[in-house]
């Protein structure tokens, strides 16, 4: 899907999760930890979200009464040294270094910006991607879908609203909002939530939604 009109991006800017980073080995290992098999803990998730639930709920589901913070405190606690729920080089996307080249090459300004705590910072650090700057929402104090987060993107894009592109998997905390804000937003067909949103008729509202992020490139000369 492409838009009919002619745009002038200046800055794109980047979801992490399944945007970025294949979250797969993440929920394996959450899976793991709940003690439930690999396809029941997926398929629990599809459910849940295929309902518009929270992701949440598919946890609370395997295990009632689920708390993330006391979880994840538990976890942490247990096995300091492992990745746990966090994420390393080896579960960026194939697509993600090429593509980030590519934009930089072009001349444009790029970005990261997602919802992550304060860990996921410096973890995409170590990772020297080619991108401007690298932004947590745990670090900015404010979360998508809030207008504020966007407006922090703008400030830190440098760039006017129209000027920019958000990338996101996700209908309700990244292309609604980013439209709302007056910027452009691309919707990546993948991940738990990017294929089920690319289904919705909301996904009209995305300026194009892409299978990779290798499209992004031309997508943004030939929109010029």
Known sequence: ???SFFVTIRSVVLDVGETLVDETRIFG???DRLGVPHLAFFGVIGGVLAEGRQLMDAFAIIKPGFD?????AAWRAEEPDLLRENFGAADLYADVRPALTALRDAGLGVLIAGNQPLEAGPALEAMEL???AIHVSEAWGVAKPDPAFFERVRVEAGSEPEEILYVGDRLDNDIVPAKAAGMH???IRRGMWGYLHAERPEAER???VIDSLA???AWIKNSA
């Open 185 to 187: 937003a691309a919707l």
């Open 1 to 3: 899907m492409l838009t």
């Open 206 to 208: 995305a300026d194009v």
């Open 68 to 72: 993330l913070a006391t979880e994840s």
């Open 215 to 217: 499209e992004l490139p």
């Open 130 to 132: 080619p991108v401007d």
């Open 29 to 31: 290992r959450w899976a």
